[in-house]
């Protein structure tokens, strides 16, 4: 095992709690104040390990560092908890979940029965509906993947991927229908987002991660188009449809060598 150094993490508290004391902006900061700051940071990580930046990876994770050590610093301030309360929380979370580890005699065969298990040693911590445990605050589709896995952990899931494929053409039929009559669009639209992520689940894809490859290729696309306009003293709104489709065509073809 890697030495690990506990000077360096103390060093951190130290400025930290310097920081707070005589930083006029650390010193106003909450735990609601820092949330929104702390799910940033969680998306810039997401960024980096996205586009298999490792330095970058190593910076975010210095920020979310210096973010845990900052919420531990309020909690001390103002005696909720301390820093050995969580890490004792968490290491007894970790060996109670984990028999098939800690405990002589048990095993598990695959990562399949490992997740079985994590989940009836949450119904023994008091967890006794398999979806109360998601989190309010997930991003839409985050949220609605893992609500499908937890579903599916619990016995609750389509047989094949064909029956998927299905309900998403039977929602994309409803979404139609609800267009043409103009009543419930928006809970018939995202039934169909629903029923996708839970397809791309069956085909083994990130949904998230998956859209985020598209938004940076159109990103790409897109700018690559308003390379082409400003070479040619142009902008899309001198150009009819047929030469935006040009354009775009043009910008695909580019982006492809690129």
Partial sequence: MKTRSFETLQQLFDIMERLRKECPWDKEQTYASLMPHSIEEIYELADAIIHHDKKNIQEELGDLLMHFVFYTIIAEEQKDFELDDIIIQINNK????HPHIFQEGKSLENAKAVLENWQR?????????ALSGIAKG?????????????????AFD?????????????????LAQAIEQNTNIEEEF????????????????DPEKALQKTNEKFIQRFTAMEKILKNNNENFTSLNSEQKEDLWQAAKAQTKLS
Avoid: C, W
């Fill in 94 to 97: 970790l060996i109670f979940r």
């Fill in 138 to 154: 997930l991003p839409a589709m985050t949220k609605a993947f893992r609500i499908q896995q937890k579903a599916s952990d619990n």
């Fill in 158 to 174: 389509f047989e094949q991927i064909d029956d998927v494929l299905h309900k998403v053409q039977e929602e994309q039929q409803e």
């Fill in 121 to 129: 040693m949450k119904k023994k911590e008091g967890k006794e509906f």
């Fill in 190 to 205: 995202g039934d169909v987002l629903f029923s996708l992520i839970n397809y791309a689940r069956f085909l083994h894809i």
